[in-house]
């Protein structure tokens, strides 16, 4: 399974090579600031993502760093800790198979987004949620 996605001015552009995570929605201030509303988040081995094109970094915690491009400004990726990176999962050209499977860092939540798809919601962080495999 190969999947691919470019940020919106298409000057960076990925490969995945295998499965994706389900997506998660990410409701943390650090998400919203760098979106302007939460994010949906898939994920993927770092080694399995391939990279072509100017992305720039951005160092937004100790642990983190998110990718976006300097031409469009579109978000792309977030790079922690652990051996996966999340790809921005608006970003990919072809999302039909890919399932949400919940919330995180409900606790930072904007006012105005009311949740009510039913999927498991964490007020912090849980890899119970972002963990999940189909
Ligand atoms: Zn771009
Ligand atoms: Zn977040």
Not at 9 to 23: M, N, S, W
Request: glycine share 12%; proline share 5%; hydrophobic share 30%.
């Amino acid at each position: 399974m190969l999947s691919t996605g470019s940020c919106l001015c298409g000057d960076v552009k990925y490969e995945v090579e295998g499965p994706l995570r389900p997506v998660v929605y990410c409701h943390c201030e650090q998400c919203r600031k760098t979106s302007g509303h939460h994010v949906a988040a898939s994920s993927a081995p770092r080694d399995k993502v391939k990279i072509s094109g100017e992305l720039r970094w951005y160092r937004s915690s100790n642990t983190a760093r998110r990718g976006f491009c300097p031409t469009c400004g579109g978000n792309l990726f977030w790079d922690g800790p652990g051996g996966n990176m999340s790809i921005m999962a608006g970003t990919l050209d072809d999302t039909n198979d890919l399932p949400a499977m919940g919330h995180i860092f409900v606790a930072d939540k904007a006012g105005y987004v009311e949740i009510c798809d039913g999927l498991p919601q964490a007020a912090q962080d849980d890899a119970t949620i972002t963990t999940k495999v189909l």
